[in-house]
């Protein structure tokens, strides 16, 4: 069964930094696409970021390009999300997910979800 379990969200002033993690289990990375996505109030669940298992290719959003970097550590089975430059507008719960394969960065493409983690950034 796979299970993922993020942490690190949190409180955090504008243009500061927080790192979430996303603890896995029950599945080999090199298999798996893993996905960084967030849900803002009255907002769609958007994909912030995605890191392929097989090849560590990665894939950023726009609104996060320069600014979040995701990497994995595949003897952990963790991923982590590094936000810096913090904005209001990235305030929102972050979910980690993960899928067989590599489709694309969109929430539909993911079918694993953890429990998410709320990340507030005051202005």
């Known amino acids: 069964e796979v299970q993922l379990v993020e942490s690190g969200g949190g409180l955090v002033q504008a243009g500061g930094s927080l790192r979430l993690s996303c603890a896995a289990s029950?599945?080999?990375?090199?298999?798996?696409?893993i996905g960084w996505f967030r849900q803002a109030p009255g907002k769609e669940r958007e994909g912030v970021s995605c890191?392929?298992?097989?090849?560590?290719?990665?894939y950023y959003a726009d609104s996060v390009k320069g600014r979040f970097t995701m990497s994995s550590d595949n003897a952990k089975n963790t991923v982590y999300l590094q936000m810096n430059s913090l904005k209001p507008e990235d305030t929102a719960i972050y979910y980690c997910a993960a899928t067989w394969g590599w489709e694309g960065c969109g929430p539909a493409d993911f079918d694993s979800w953890g429990q998410g983690t709320q990340v507030t950034v005051s202005s």
């Open positions: 890191i392929s298992g097989s090849d560590g290719s990665t």
């Open positions: 029950g599945f080999t990375f090199d298999d798996y696409a």
